[in-house]
């Protein structure tokens, strides 16, 4: 089993940037920025991961951890429809005009009746099911070769403490799904900035960057989850169903066999049940067993410091168009405990990572030419802040709304550049 993130701890006063910002002009289209708060139309919780796009285009975010979104809209779409949608709910739709007089959207929970009696009469197990769900590839995902421009985030905290931020708009060349070709990513723009006095005498960094994200298409890319080696090593089993905009979704449960040592993968899938298709995947590492779980994240740390994940957590969406089902957003969550020989205490850090495809387009035009721009799996964004002064950065590229948190810290950081200028 491959893994689909790595971590570096080296100590502070070696650190150097590997990675200057790159930030190329572009041209775009007149838009208008929109936005608000999805909610249970219950509960009024806010809803997370919620999809939100333009009927009839490829343009599309999520709802981040407050249940914000804001979306820029070419104004030659002003008169569109805005689809808004969430596993488990009824899918809501609304006139583009309407979204600016609104404080707030409700979805109303789907409630799914005769989910089990349908799963019955498919007459298949749940692991048979997965395994045709795994198959499915060549029949009802994109088959074409695919430019999509996703935003990228990562974050990594010490304790409840922002300690780096880095935000990057890329292209994904994405390979039809029904051949091995290995997707290519090109950063278009990003930006940085780390404070290393917060992360104590270390200095974490995510070695992957957006291919950590990419990796977790568990359709385009089975072996860093479910190799054929390892599907006997788990156990399925059905949960109640649920619904996507009326659709009944298979939800089905998997964790590593109790027998089993080696650290797999505990989780749900859900599985329309009319094409078989993954339309999301939310999943685990077993981080039991500290030594093995640390050898699978930690590429290099101290000698005298002992490192170890306490959750490793993975999401993975899936959108539709046209009959074809495509990779849309996924986020990565890891947790690290790290434990000096001859100290009492011990520090706490979490990495979160999150990409969304905010547009895509069907054709296959080459990679740049300018190799710095050509990201590899083996990348690490830079230290550099530069961009972080200009609240204008993105332009007319579309993000995924910061929650307060890291809204929070990237004013601080504005007001700390605007100080120095």
Sequence with gaps: ??????????????????????????????????????????TKKPLVFANINIENSNISTVT???????????????????????????????????IKNL??????????????????????DAKSLVLETLKKKTTIYNNNKTVMTAFYRETIKRRKKNASISEAVVKIYKQPYDNQRKDHIELIKARKKSDYKRLDTLALKLQGGPFSNIYTDIIKYPEFIFTQSEIPLYDFSYGPSTQIDKNLVYVVNFKQKDNIEIPLYYGKLYIDANTLALTNAVYSLNVSNRALSSKMYVRKKPLRAEVYPTEATYRVNYRTKNGRWHYAYSNISLAFKVNWKGKLFNNSYTLSSEMAITDWEVHSP???????????????????????????????YNIIEPEKSIESAIKKIQKQLLKQS
Excluded at 14 to 39: R, Y
Excluded at 80 to 97: D, F, M, R
Excluded at 103 to 124: D, F, H
Aim: charged share 15%; proline share 4%; glycine share 6%.
């Design 366 to 396: 080459t990679l740049s030419k300018v190799t710095n721009q050509v990201l590899r799996p083996t990348t690490i964004l830079s230290e550099k802040a530069s961009g972080f002064s200009d609240p204008r950065f993105w332009g007319a």
């Design 103 to 124: 404080k707030e959207i409700s979805l109303l929970p789907a409630y799914t009746e005769l989910g089990e009696i349908s799963i019955n009469a498919t007459n298949i």
């Design 1 to 42: 089993m491959k893994n689909l993130a790595y971590i570096i701890l080296i100590c502070s006063c070696f650190v150097f940037a590997l990675w200057q910002n790159v930030l190329i002009a572009q041209t775009t289209n007149p838009f208008t920025q929109l936005g608000t708060k999805v909610l249970d139309a219950n």
């Design 64 to 98: 981040n951890n407050d249940g914000e979104f804001i979306l820029k809209i070419p104004n030659n779409l002003l008169d569109g429809i805005l689809v808004i949608s969430h596993l488990g709910y009824e899918k809501k739709t609304l006139k583009i005009t309407s």
